[in-house]
């Protein structure tokens, strides 16, 4: 199953962060629209959910990288100094009636200071736009992580090609050709060599087999007529490959010698 995209994952906050914004007014309530997005940025980013552990560490430090880079990033201390409330209000001076002004005869002139509210809602048109600045951000993550992760197969794919290429059967094909006169050799009892066995051993690490003839291996030989035997005769052993959960890879084709007849 396909791993959930961080627009995939924002599509399932969206209402949710609409309607932590709809109400809210500017510039009265900008502190908290500031901390209302980026706790929604920090849950999307850095929460404990489906996207964030689709991620192996590689991306997970592309990504904090990223969170760097894309956070709403302010300094609280400025931030807390500014009094958005205060910000928000005005103070005009209004004309006071003579009866008025029998009564506050200490202010000034005949004109009292009002304050007003001078935030509005924020509107839908503009809670659209946040809405849709945070997807185009998971968007760009998703195309950064997602190309990321493309080069990182593209590099993959390229190792297990040459790895498939750069085996010895394929570099050093004489080699393993020759393994099979050196083991014919080192069966004779007056040439026996415990190195010999040694060296076989370790051809075996590297998943290569000497392969002698029996009912189950006769696919493993090329058959030849020979005037000089009576019998089927073993003349050189096959030399295959280990394949893990496949079927044996014939390197060297065994040769077995038959009667004419």
């Not at 791993?3 to 932590?20: D, H, M, T, V, W």
């Not at 552990?53 to 592309?62: A, P, Q």
């Not at 304050?115 to 659209?128: A, R």
């Not at 690490?205 to 030989?221: A, C, H, P, Q």
Request: glycine letters at 4%.
């Amino acid at each position: 199953m396909e791993a959930i995209s961080l627009k995939q994952l924002f599509e399932q906050s969206k209402e949710n962060l609409r309607n932590q914004l709809r109400g809210k007014k500017l510039p009265r309530d900008y502190q908290q629209i500031q901390e209302v997005l980026k706790s929604t940025f920090l849950d999307l980013l850095a929460g404990d959910n489906e996207f964030r552990l689709s991620l192996i560490d590689t991306d997970v430090k592309l990504l904090n990288s990223l969170i760097r880079i894309h956070l709403p990033s302010y300094d609280a201390s400025i931030n807390d100094s500014i009094d958005y409330v205060r910000l928000s209000k005005q103070k005009i001076k209004t004309w006071i009636s003579d009866w008025q002004f029998l009564i506050f005869q200490s202010i000034s002139g005949r004109y009292a200071e009002k304050e007003i509210e001078n935030s509005l809602p924020i509107t839908e048109e503009l809670i659209n736009g946040i809405i849709g600045e945070l997807e185009t951000i998971c968007v760009e993550i998703d195309d950064i992580l997602s190309r990321v992760k493309n080069d990182r197969e593209e590099i993959k794919k390229y190792y297990e090609n040459l790895l498939r290429e750069r085996t010895l059967d394929k570099m050093y094909p004489q080699i393993l050709a020759t393994l099979r006169y050196v083991w014919k050799e080192n069966k004779k009892e007056s040439s026996y060599n415990k190195h010999v066995d040694t060296l076989i051993d370790d051809f075996e690490n590297y998943g290569y087999k000497v392969v002698e003839l029996s009912t189950d291996t006769r696919s493993y030989f090329t058959f030849k007529t020979n005037p000089r035997v009576d019998s089927e005769v073993m003349y050189l052993p096959a030399i295959i490959k280990i394949v893990d959960g496949g079927k044996d890879e014939i390197i060297e084709k065994g040769v077995v010698y038959m009667p004419e007849n």
